[in-house]
């Protein structure tokens, strides 16, 4: 089985644009989480959907969101970009029912805002 | 989410058992804690979970205190792979499932 997809690698943006990062979770799972790296604040949540519908958000601003496909793909919006959202982006997904507890994580996409 | 305490870094020599210590004195009755460790420029990965038992797997070993308090994490032939990252964290899983990463333990293997 393919593993986490994300795409692109990476991204260089500068402030005030728009970005949309994508996941694509492994086949057959149906929820998708996304999570923020950076050296400072570390690993945080940014929201979890599952059958199209987020079900559980972690603090970020309203300028961070994202929707899932009929078919488990994610993707990641953040407008407004700030020199602050420069950040490793990591999509993970789970299985539902047994297993489920297990996450497994793509390699994410490192974006850089200038 | 009820906190981990881990030591900020550990050393180790290859092919020597690893023991990394996690404390969670807060941890409640439905907290799972789970192991997940991240290789440089890689996301993290799962290695082990459990809740009260001991648990193995072909990655690790989960040893749990019986107080459920403290955990500890056996790798139990360190490989130059195993140089990365570990976290302890607690979940208490459901549909709210969200992990909280505090700062982990930086293992590293010498060869």
């Known amino acids: 089985k393919a593993g986490v997809t994300q795409t692109p690698r990476y991204l260089i943006k500068t402030r005030g644009q728009q970005v949309t990062l994508s996941c694509s979770p492994i086949s057959g799972h149906r929820s998708v989480s996304w999570y923020q790296q950076t050296p400072g604040q570390g690993l945080q949540f940014l929201f979890e959907y599952f059958s199209e519908t987020q079900r559980n958000k972690g603090n970020f601003p309203g300028r961070f969101s994202g929707r899932q496909f009929s078919n488990s793909r994610s993707e990641m919006n953040v407008s407004t970009l700030e020199l602050g959202d420069s950040a490793l982006y990591l999509c993970?997904?789970?299985?539902?029912?047994?297993?489920?507890?297990?996450?497994?994580f793509g390699s994410g996409t490192q974006l850089s805002v200038l | 989410d009820a906190k981990t305490t881990q030591p900020n870094s550990m050393e180790s020599n290859e092919e020597e058992p690893v023991h990394l210590p996690c404390n969670h004195s807060?941890?409640?009755?439905?907290?799972?804690i789970h192991w997940y460790r991240q290789l440089p420029s890689q996301g993290p990965e799962y290695v082990i979970h459990g809740l009260t038992s001991n648990v193995n797997n072909r990655m690790a070993s989960l040893a749990i205190a019986e107080d459920r308090k403290s955990s500890t994490l056996i790798l139990h032939r360190a490989t130059l792979r195993d140089a990365a990252v570990y976290y302890c964290i607690l979940n208490s899983g459901g549909s709210n499932y969200k992990l909280t990463f505090g700062k982990g333990t930086l293992l590293t293997v010498n060869p």
């Open positions: 993970a997904s789970r299985p539902s029912g047994t297993g489920g507890e297990k996450l497994f």
């Open positions: 807060t941890i409640s009755g439905t907290d799972y």
